[in-house]
Structure formats: C-alpha cells, structure tokens
DNA sequence: GTTAGCACTCGTCATGTCTAAGTGCTAACC
DNA sequence: GGTTAGCACTTAGACATGACGAGTGCTAAC
C-alpha cells in the first residue's frame, strides 16, 4: 500500500465530494480519476484512509466523505492553489481601483469576495494601533453636552457624546481644545491612556472637571477604535448551501451577527506562513461554526487586519484560497503608502 | 349567513394558523373557539371567505389557510394591537435609556426590537433635512489630501478625504475653514448646494481651486448625511422560521443585503393613522418579500425615520404591531428635544 | 502488494394499503 | 333563510413491503 497513492486517493475523494456533495465509492474513484490500480485496492486504500481518521462513511454502504482531519490534511499537503483567471483579476483591479473612501474600499472588497467565491465574506476594518492623534475637535452642543471629535491621521474619525458636568462657554470649550491638541497632536492612539492624565493636570483647577470628563471621552473614542470592526457581505449564499449545514444556518448567522465571535475568530487564526489560514469545521472555537470553515489571511501594514470567507466545510478550499490570498493582495496594494 | 360571523371565523383561522402553522378545519374550529354554531356552518362560512379571496386551501381536504388579502383585512379590521407586558415595556426603557451615542441607540433598538418579536429588526437612521451645520474642519493629511469633517447640530458626523488639486499649507487652510465656517454654520444641510458658490466666490483667487474642491467635498458630505443608511438585528431569527419561506430564505437575505431594497421599501410604506404599517407578501414590491411581511412605523421628528420588523406572514401581527408601535414611541422619546 | 470474486449490509425508490382529516353537498329542520 | 346532520368523496401522510443497486469487507489466488 503506497503512501502517495493513499494520498492521492485522499485528494480524489476531497475534490468529488466538494463536486457533487455524494459520498463517493471506490468505483467511481478509479473510474473518473486514472489511478492505475483496481477498485479493490482502492478500497483498501480506504479502509487505511478510514482508520486514520481521514474520511467516514455516513452508513455501511455509502462511499466515504472527508473528515474535518481529511480536509485538514488535504489543505495543508496535498491542494494546490489554483491561480485566478486572467478575467478575474482584472476584475479584482478594476473594481477596487475605482474607490477612494476607507469605508467604500472596504465595502466594495467584501462585496467582490463573496461574488467570487460564492459565500460569506468578511473584512476587518484595519487596526489602528499605529495610528496617531491628527486633531481632536470639541463642540458645544448644549450647556453641558459636548461632542468629542478625534481624527487620526489614518483618517478614522471617531466622535462621541458626553456631559461634561460643568456649564461651560465656546470661549472655555475652545481654550481646552487648545490645550488637549498642543499637547496630543501625534501622540499614538495606544500611548493616550498614559498622556491623558498630565494634560488634565495641566488645566487650570477651575475647568479641571470638564477636563476630567473630557480626557475619559477621548479615552473611550481612542479604544473604540482599537476595538474592532467588519464589514461582511454575501449571507444570501448561505441559504444556498443550506444543504451543507445539516441542522441549519441558524447558528452560522447567529454567529456572524454577533461580530465579536467573528472578530476573535478571525484575530485568533495564526497568520499562516502560506499565506492563507484555514480553520475547519471543530476546529473552529464556536460551536455554531462547527459545520463551516473560515479561509482568510491578513492585509495590509502588518497583515494585523484580515480578510476572508466562511464557508460550508464542504467548500472548494484551493478556489476560494486562491481569491481571498488575491483579494487581500490588491487590498494592501491600494491601503498601502 | 351571518357578516360578523363571517369575520370571526377569519380571525380564527388566522390566529389558529399563526400559532400551530398547520391548516385549520371547520372541526377544529368550533373546538377551540366557542362560535355558537355547528361546523357545518363553519364550513358555509369558510367556503364564502375562500370565495372572496380571503383564505385558501393548500389542496382538497386539508384545512385553510390565510391568503395575503386575509391577513390584510385581518389587520385593517379585525385584530386589535396587543398591549404589551409590563416586563417588556420595563425592558424597553431600561435598556434604551443606558445609552448616549445614536448609533449606540439604534443598535440596541434593532436587538431589542428582534428579541422582542422573534424576527428580524431593521432601523433606519434619522433623516437630517432638518439638521443644520454646526462646525467644519478641515485636515491637511497630505500636501493636497484634506479629511474634510462635517458636523451636524444632531450630532452626526460625516467625513471624506478629498484632494485639493492644489497645494496648500496648514494656515492657507485653517483661513479656508474659517470662511467656510463663518458663512455656512447654522445653514440647514438642505439648503448647503445653494449655499456653497457664494462662498467659493469670496475666496481670494490664489485658493479659488482648492475652496471649489472643499465645496463639492462639503456637498458630497451633506448629500451622503441625506443619504439613507439603516441598521439590522436578528437575521438569525430567519432560519428558526425556514419553514414559512417554502422556497429559501435566500431571497430574504438578499434583500436585507441590498439596503437600498429595504430602505425604498421602508420608505414607500405611507404612515398610517393607527400608527403602524403593514406590508403584505407580495404587497411588497420586491420579489423577493412574496412570502414576507414588514410591521414597520416612523418615529422621530415628524416620524420621517422608519423603524420596523420583517418576518414571514404567518406572524403574530398584533404583538409584533404592539411591539414595533412601543419601540418607536420610546425611541422618539429618547431621540426627542 | 494487488486483484477478482462474492456474500452481506443498507439506503433508496416504487408500490400498495390504510387512516384521519376535512371537504362539499343534500336533505331535513327551525 | 339560515342552520344542522349525515354521508360520500378526496387526499396527504404514515406505514409496510420488496426489489434494486451501490458499496463494503473479506478471502483466496496471483
């Protein structure tokens, strides 16, 4: 019994049962694939298959299909990624050439990914822990009630309400915002929590109150924006492949609503030297998602943000490697410097 | 044959189907509801009704069902709001009353609105005609780049990085914004396009080029605050009632994707005296809702903003009603002066 | 290590039968 | 006229049955 051909009936199975979602026999193997050898053998092959936990037969009598380890195995030894066509990279390029907007590259990518690969898409918005302090804006809605602008210099922009809890005039208003920007401008988003304190102090003791109420504000915009965000399109390709999630999509879209679950899924995929992650069926950390799978990959500074799709385990994984590892690659072209 | 009767036995049938899903007989109906009368009436009744188009027979002898026309006189006529509990209404307000920001608003009013009704919550933000510029800023990020920020007296912020085509210094700039400020703070963001040439006009020609581009960035922004967006919760709530989309909630989905279905749909539906809007099957006139309904209302400042669920028509429509009607009324509340 | 052959296992499909639910109609009743 | 009882008729769904085919595992021979 030869490894390599264990293998490659390994992969012939993969590729069948991502075709035509049938658990495929020992005959059809040898029938549609040229391994040289008989069905007999190939059943062999299968039993050793079955043994080490690759594939399973849904019942005596039915051909085998992959185990999560089966997938597993065939992602990281045996598939190859299958380049694009010509055609979708063009289209990957012109579609994204066409945007200006953080939130509209953002939109249009998430938009591209599920098109091409027909399933759920997702993007993180990228992390902003390098970013720095370009402005911080203060104005005066009512007496009290001030919005707190902060502008970095990635061009996120993120404002808040807060009561500062003292009546405060534009003029005062206007002299902390002075205050707060000489003293912050280009001060990193991480480093805030640390710098905030000594420009609090440095107020006069009279508005030290609504200063104090003001660095917690910038505090708070300053970690929302490290908390994370995503965009995500394509849902309606769920339904689709409903029949691949046996009970229901209930949990995949449970999950995909509650983007904390995505979001720690996503941080929590080691970046993979091949330059796609894959995490497969249980290997997934939340339940819901034990039927599905996630291929995504990082972009760019860093790769600290990621990008990818999720998917029904029983997912064509060389395909849809191949556009999220193109897709992340013309992300970072255009986010890029 | 008795007109009131008549109706009865439509509510009946209604509310029968909505709660068992299953086809209701002329037997089962004198059973659960004491009508005073035989089923043999019941079923006089019943083939009247189906005479108008008002319930329907899957086939030959199973029970009826409500046709769309049923549900809609149902709802014009015979059901009456349910109240809702005074747990719910606590719920409402304790949990709406816990948050500042407007989008943190409208967040938990989608989740709490799906929890509520076990569908799918749909918010669409505020419109801002109304709103009037309350401050510009502008930022140089780059010799030509300018993060232009515009902020509404509602508190809402818009922003957008344009290019300039001309270089510019930081004080060339801060005078730009200053102009621009002074002339336009306190207009309505409606009447900016009108507002903007005479500024650019009274620029110093050396910046004629830049104030053009600040302009049609200003524009852009004001129209994209008019621009309509909308908040989602509880997609999951689709898949638990996969059952009533017979064909696949996949249609569903893409709606709920494609906001601009939602949104024109939200906003076609014409405000109605009881105070909720209903929207029935293939009332709806996107396809893909046929077998879907839309509870939905306004709220806000003359209740231009729509805040609804979507769910199939074999829903509860008075709770749901109830329940929509309760959360605009605190959101309005909450939103309000 | 490979192959042919064969007995055995099951899921699937087509078929047939039975039952319960529900209807529509007719004739009697108030 | 509206209401009722009764009955013949229709049909979906549940169930059993059996043939079929796909596929396996094993053994013995190559």
Redesign the pocket.
Known sequence: ??EP?KLEVLRAIVEDYVHSR???????LVERHHL?????????D??AL?DEGLIT????????IPTDKGYRLFVDQISAVKPLSQAERRAIQTLLEGSDDLDDVLERTVRLLSQLTNQVAVVQYPHLSRAMVRHIEFVLLAPRQVLIVLIADTGKVEQRVIDVGQDLGDDALAGLRTRFLKSLSGTPLSLLPQALPAVVAACEPLRRHAAQALARGLDALASSTREERMVMAGTANLARSNVDFPLSIGPVLEALEEQVVMLRLLSEMAEDPRGVTVSIGRENPYDGLAEASVVATGYGPGSSAKVGVLGPTRMDYPTTMAAVRAVARYLSRILGP
Chains 1, 2 share one sequence.
């Open positions: 019994m030869s051909r049938e658990p495929v026999g020992s005959k059809a040289g050898v008989s069905s007999a053998t190939i059943r062999n299968m039993a079955e037969a849904p019942h005596t009598s039915a051909g085998r």
